[in-house]
Structure formats: C-alpha cells, structure tokens
C-alpha cells in the first residue's frame, strides 16, 4: 500500500506577518504545483491568513499550530477550531511536545482538540514522542502507546482516515540530534500496529506517519526511505524556502 508522502512545515512562534509573507511567497512559487507529495505550511495564528493568501490557489495547503477544543466561549488568549477554518486552514498541529512540556497540555485535554478538529473537519497532526529519560528508561513504546491511544479515544476508524501522526522523538526536536533510521523506523512500525489493533489493517495502512526532529535535506532521504516513514514535520528546516524546498524534492524522490 503506498501513502502519498507527506511534507508539513511547523514554524513554531517564528515570523512577523511580513516575514512570514516573504517565505510564503517564496514556497509558493517553488512549490505550487505539487502533486506528487503533500505539503503544508503551519504559520502562527497571527500570520494564516496572509500566508493563506501567498498559498491561495496552489497545492500547499495551511494549517494552525494548535486550537482550543471549545468552538467559543470565555478563554482569553485562545483560538478555536471554526476561527481557524474561516482562515481556509485544513489541519492543525495537537499535543506537539512543546505544548506538553510549557503548557501542562495532557493527553485527555489533547483528546478533546483531537474531536473538535475532527467535528470541524480539520485533519489534526497528532504528535507523540518520548523524552530522553523516557527512551533512557526503555518506557519509549508505552509512552508513545500512551499518547496515541489518549489522543485518539472516541476517535471512529472513518474519522481516523483524517488524522496525521508525528512521532517526534522530544530529544531530537531542534538539537541537531535526529533520531537514527532504525530508531525511528522501530516507532513508527510500533505506531501502525498499534493503529492496526485500534482501527483494523486496512485503516491503519492508509494513515499517514511523519517523523519530526532535527529533519533536513541531508538525513531525510534516509529517514524516508524507511517501510513506515510517510513525510516529516518540520521545524527549524522549514524557516527557509531552500531547504524546505528541498525536503519536498526528496520526498518526491522515493520511490
Ligand atoms: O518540533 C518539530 C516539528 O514540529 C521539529 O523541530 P526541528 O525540525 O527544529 O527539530
């Protein structure tokens, strides 16, 4: 069964609105007609709806880096999921690492984002991963059983059809230290079998698995070389058009 590579860029709290034009541009010219791979672009809150006009029309597709589960009400400070759709976003980041460890974020909480996207048909980039200690500790695959299987209760196997999960392993997320073939490989297999418990083979071999973490145009041929590797999530590699670029050409170049 072969899944249709995907490439999404997390630019974390990075770019003013003109900053975040500019690159938008730039991706936009190199990439915009892209079919051969899926690619999107996860600007901040305040810079979607210009990067989604820079995209407006082309194949890139926009997403937000994370959403409150209500769909309004008296939460100072957040974004919910109609906001983010009536910017034409059609995916949103949950439960990235960041979020876990710097706002308390818990796998019941990220669960709730994980319905409410789905409710408001937007596809979540459901992220999971282990800390150091974790992987130190041998608990890597139950912590990451953990997380998916939190993230995705009540999660139907037709809804399931729409979520993306990133495993991003904590210790490998912009410290240059990417996670080896056989390490992430290990995971992600883990992940689709567990996905195949859940939701049954034919489900689980269409869900796409992205690795994130120190990704770049050097390692990512390797990385998506591997049987259960369908694309990566971006960070730091994703600021510049040239290597987000050329993250994209090596997606396209598996085969
Ligand atoms: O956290 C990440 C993407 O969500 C990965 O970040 P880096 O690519 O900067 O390591």
């Known amino acids: 069964m072969l899944r249709k590579k995907l490439i999404a860029g997390n630019w974390k709290m990075n770019k003013t609105v003109p900053e975040a034009a500019t690159l938008a541009q730039e991706i936009?010219?190199?990439?915009?007609?892209?079919?051969?791979?899926?690619?999107?672009?996860?600007p901040p809150f305040t810079a979607l709806e210009t990067v989604g006009k820079a995209i407006e029309g082309t194949t890139i597709k926009l997403g937000a880096q994370n959403m409150h589960p209500e769909a309004g009400g008296a939460y100072?400070?957040?974004?919910?999921?109609p906001m983010i759709r009536s910017l034409f976003?059609?995916?949103?980041?949950?439960?990235?690492?960041e979020r876990r460890a710097y706002f308390g974020e818990t796998d019941a909480f990220i669960n709730k984002k994980v319905l409410a996207a789905l409710t408001n048909q937007l596809r979540p980039i459901?992220?999971?991963?282990?800390?150091?200690?974790?992987?130190?500790?041998?608990?890597?695959?139950?912590v990451v059983q953990t997380q998916t299987e939190g993230a995705l209760a009540g999660v139907t196997a037709e809804q399931v059809n729409n979520?993306?999960?990133?495993?991003?392993?904590?210790?490998?997320?912009?410290?240059?230290?990417v996670a080896t073939t056989e390490q992430a490989q290990e995971v992600h297999a883990f992940i689709r079998q567990l996905l195949t418990k859940l939701y049954g083979e034919t489900?689980?071999?269409?869900?796409?698995?992205?690795?994130g973490g120190s990704m770049k145009p050097s390692n990512a041929p390797q990385l998506l070389t591997q049987k259960d590797i369908d694309g990566g999530l971006i960070g730091g590699a994703a600021l510049e058009a040239r290597s987000f670029v050329e993250l994209v050409s090596a997606a396209a170049a598996v085969k």
């Not at 936009?28 to 996860?42: K, M, N, Q």
């Not at 976003?89 to 690492?97: E, F, M, N, P």
């Not at 991003?168 to 410290?175: C, F, K, L, R, S």
Request: net charge negative; glycine share 10%; hydrophobic share 45%.
């Open 203 to 211: 489900v689980a071999q269409k869900i796409r698995i992205l690795y």
């Open 163 to 177: 979520v993306v999960v990133a495993y991003e392993p904590v210790w490998a997320i912009g410290t240059g230290k």
């Open 76 to 81: 100072t400070g957040e974004i919910s999921a």
């Open 28 to 42: 936009a010219a190199e990439l915009g007609r892209v079919t051969d791979v899926d690619i999107v672009v996860c």
């Open 126 to 142: 459901l992220c999971v991963g282990e800390t150091l200690a974790e992987r130190e500790a041998g608990s890597t695959l139950k």
């Open 89 to 97: 976003a059609t995916h949103v980041i949950l439960g990235h690492s």
